[in-house]
């Protein structure tokens, strides 16, 4: 049953209770294993990882959809910072200890009353602790309400490859495996932008995945958060800003996934003009009139004054905008950015909200959501599950001696039995190339592994009311033709594995739609 994920958190919070009964007299253990049980209630959590100045603030700010993280280079980019829905926005120090203080929070300003290019800033300078001593912060908490928030806890983390050992450590240490106790992992899917593919990248996905793969590149074991998607961040410099900037950048996102086959870890990559998308999410309507008032400029004598961010922001510059304003538009938009709005606005989108939506789903980040909800959202029990799972493992392991010893060889058994990861990797790939299978077989098999849902009518293409009779019988016949298919004399290796994917997704279905129709399906999540 867990081949799916379904049935996956209940067999787990069943191991933790067990875990507990057996080993509740030591206060340590116990609270950590009640931290396990909160963990699967709790909203799942996603960290932003990637190189210096990968842009994840930026991308973290257009996924929230408001301007909540700081993008420019301070000391808070540093820390990692937690962001949390919340009742009202506040942001909280935390030192190494626990002690806390409260952050002030700035809000800079821009060109004519509009919110600066850099939005929030969090004042570390005068923090006043909850002790009598003043601590060296370790991490931020930002509480924010937030619908996105509310559903995914996101980790903004320092980059991994700063001057400084120590900042790029706090990144290794949240999402590394490996390090010493049991202790719960903090996040349960990755983010991994990526501006280029060096060795630093590689040899990180490897450490968050456990570093431990087969001969092919299929992992063997997930120490580390067992979702990871790779994001080709600020996708509009690859092409110089270029309006074709995009096109290029998916090439590059192309590559960069054919050459992290090998580490058997992102599921998917994806190139997003974060810069843009941010900018999309927080159109105002003053912008808008300043992109329009462009639009009515000869092509010419535009394209000469966006040839360099200073030159189109030279106040000696005769535009029917004003400098201050321009330069607070190449902040914002960046030249790509610019480029697109008076080109869209040229080809006839008109108001705001028409215009965010376009330079939204032109940037990658409506194409980006998706994929975080397939991949993660619709996935989040069996990534908490995991998450839980991989600790608990490791408290039973470092506390043996009691009957609680006879829980770890099942919690093994679910940690190994990756079947969840197997169609992630297959979805990837079906997303940068097909199979060599008719285009209704293709479809077919995308939805079995899940690729538009997980709930089982979407899973087997049938109307959401479907009765359990006319579901099972459809997951069985999928079992017996894509068992038939794997076996075809001409089918190359992937695609037979494929295919042998596709039947085990139909056999877990197989598995949950075999239970009594009175049994709750708490692991299931409806049909959008």
Same mark, same amino acid.
């Given at each position: 049953?867990? @081949?799916?994920?379904? @049935?996956?958190?209940?067999?787990?919070?069943?191991?933790?209770?067990?875990?507990?009964?057996?080993?509740g007299e030591r206060p340590r253990v116990r609270a950590? %294993?009640?931290?396990?049980?909160?963990?699967?209630?709790?909203?799942?959590?996603?960290?932003?990882?990637?190189?210096?100045?990968? *842009?994840?603030?930026?991308? %973290?700010?257009?996924?929230?959809?408001?301007?909540?993280?700081?993008?420019?280079?301070?000391?808070?980019?540093?820390?990692?910072?937690?962001?949390?829905?919340?009742?009202?926005?506040?942001?909280?120090?935390?030192?190494?200890?626990?002690?806390?203080?409260?952050?002030?929070?700035?809000? @800079?300003?821009?060109?004519?009353?509009?919110?600066? $290019?850099?939005? %929030?800033?969090?004042? +570390?300078?005068?923090?006043?602790?909850?002790?009598?001593?003043?601590?060296?912060?370790?991490?931020? $908490?930002?509480?924010?309400?937030?619908?996105?928030?509310?559903?995914?806890?996101?980790?903004?983390?320092?980059?991994?490859?700063?001057?400084?050992?120590?900042?790029?450590?706090? /990144?290794?240490?949240?999402? /590394?495996?490996?390090?010493?106790?049991?202790?719960?992992?903090?996040?349960?899917?990755?983010?991994?932008?990526?501006?280029?593919?060096?060795?630093?990248?590689?040899?990180?996905?490897?450490?968050? *995945?456990?570093?431990?793969?087969?001969?092919?590149?299929?992992?063997?074991? !997930?120490?580390?958060?067992?979702?990871?998607?790779?994001?080709?961040?600020?996708?509009?410099?690859?092409?110089?800003?270029?309006?074709?900037?995009?096109?290029?950048?998916?090439?590059?996102?192309?590559?960069?996934?054919?050459?992290?086959?090998?580490?058997?870890?992102?599921?998917?990559?994806?190139?997003?003009?974060?810069?843009?998308? !941010?900018?999309?999410?927080?159109?105002?309507?003053?912008?808008?009139? $300043? !992109?329009?008032?462009?639009?009515?400029?000869?092509?010419?004598?535009?394209?000469?004054?966006?040839?360099?961010?200073?030159?189109?922001?030279?106040?000696?510059?005769? +535009?029917?905008?004003?400098?201050?304003?321009?330069?607070?538009?190449?902040?914002?938009? *960046?030249?790509?950015?610019?480029?697109?709005?008076?080109?869209?606005?040229? %080809?006839?989108?008109?108001?705001?909200?028409?215009?965010?939506?376009?330079?939204?789903?032109?940037?990658?980040?409506?194409?980006?959501?998706?994929?975080?909800?397939?991949? !993660?959202?619709?996935?989040?029990?069996?990534?908490?599950?995991?998450?839980?799972?991989?600790?608990?493992?490791?408290?039973?392991?470092?506390?043996?001696?009691?009957? $609680?010893?006879?829980?770890?060889?099942?919690?093994?058994?679910?940690?190994?039995?990756?079947?969840?990861?197997?169609?992630?990797?297959?979805?990837?790939?079906?997303?940068?190339?097909?199979?060599?299978?008719?285009?209704?077989?293709?479809?077919?098999?995308?939805?079995?592994?899940? @690729? /538009?849902?997980v709930a089982p009518t979407l899973r087997l293409g049938?109307?959401?009311?479907?009765?359990?009779?006319?579901?099972?019988?459809?997951?069985?016949?999928?079992?017996?033709?894509?068992?038939?298919?794997?076996?075809?004399?001409?089918?190359?290796?992937?695609?037979?594995?494929?295919?042998? /994917?596709?039947?085990?997704?139909?056999?877990?279905? +197989?598995?949950?739609?075999?239970?009594p129709p009175t049994t709750p399906f708490p692991a299931?999540?409806? *049909?959008?």
């Amino acid at each position: 049953m867990s @081949g799916v994920g379904y @049935g996956l958190v209940p067999e787990t919070r069943g191991l933790v209770a067990a875990a507990r009964r057996a080993l509740g007299e030591r206060p340590r253990v116990r609270a950590q %294993l009640d931290e396990c049980a909160r963990r699967l209630d709790e909203p799942l959590r996603v960290a932003l990882a990637g190189q210096l100045k990968a *842009g994840k603030s930026t991308l %973290l700010n257009a996924l929230v959809g408001q301007d909540i993280a700081p993008t420019d280079a301070t000391e808070c980019t540093r820390l990692v910072t937690w962001y949390r829905n919340g009742t009202a926005p506040r942001v909280t120090a935390y030192s190494a200890d626990g002690a806390r203080a409260d952050v002030v929070v700035r809000r @800079g300003r821009g060109a004519e009353g509009l919110p600066g $290019a850099h939005g %929030l800033t969090f004042d +570390l300078s005068a923090l006043r602790w909850n002790s009598p001593t003043p601590r060296e912060v370790d991490q931020l $908490a930002v509480e924010w309400p937030s619908a996105e928030l509310a559903q995914t806890t996101i980790i903004d983390t320092p980059g991994i490859s700063s001057l400084s050992r120590e900042v790029s450590a706090r /990144t290794s240490r949240l999402l /590394t495996p490996g390090g010493p106790g049991p202790a719960l992992p903090p996040a349960d899917a990755v983010l991994y932008l990526l501006r280029r593919l060096d060795a630093a990248d590689v040899d990180f996905l490897e450490k968050i *995945g456990g570093g431990q793969s087969g001969s092919t590149g299929a992992p063997q074991s !997930f120490s580390g958060p067992l979702g990871v998607v790779g994001v080709v961040s600020r996708a509009d410099e690859i092409g110089a800003g270029r309006i074709d900037a995009l096109h290029s950048a998916r090439d590059v996102a192309t590559r960069f996934a054919t050459e992290l086959e090998r580490t058997g870890l992102c599921q998917s990559v994806i190139p997003v003009a974060g810069l843009l998308a !941010f900018a999309a999410a927080t159109l105002r309507q003053r912008e808008y009139d $300043a !992109f329009e008032a462009l639009a009515a400029i000869p092509v010419d004598e535009l394209t000469t004054a966006l040839l360099s961010a200073d030159r189109f922001a030279h106040p000696d510059l005769p +535009l029917p905008v004003p400098a201050e304003l321009r330069a607070h538009l190449t902040a914002r938009f *960046g030249l790509f950015g610019i480029r697109l709005a008076v080109t869209l606005i040229r %080809l006839g989108v008109r108001g705001s909200q028409a215009l965010a939506a376009e330079l939204s789903s032109r940037s990658g980040l409506d194409e980006l959501r998706t994929v975080l909800d397939v991949q !993660f959202a619709q996935r989040a029990d069996e990534l908490k599950a995991h998450s839980a799972l991989t600790a608990l493992a490791r408290i039973l392991a470092a506390n043996p001696g009691s009957t $609680a010893d006879a829980l770890l060889p099942r919690v093994r058994t679910l940690l190994a039995d990756v079947h969840g990861f197997a169609e992630l990797r297959l979805l990837a790939h079906l997303r940068a190339d097909e199979l060599p299978l008719p285009p209704a077989d293709l479809a077919e098999l995308n939805r079995l592994i899940g @690729g /538009t849902g997980v709930a089982p009518t979407l899973r087997l293409g049938l109307p959401a009311h479907t009765d359990l009779p006319t579901q099972r019988d459809a997951a069985l016949a999928a079992v017996h033709k894509w068992r038939s298919r794997a076996r075809h004399p001409l089918a190359d290796q992937f695609t037979a594995n494929a295919c042998l /994917t596709a039947a085990r997704s139909a056999e877990g279905l +197989l598995d949950i739609l075999h239970e009594p129709p009175t049994t709750p399906f708490p692991a299931l999540r409806p *049909g959008r």
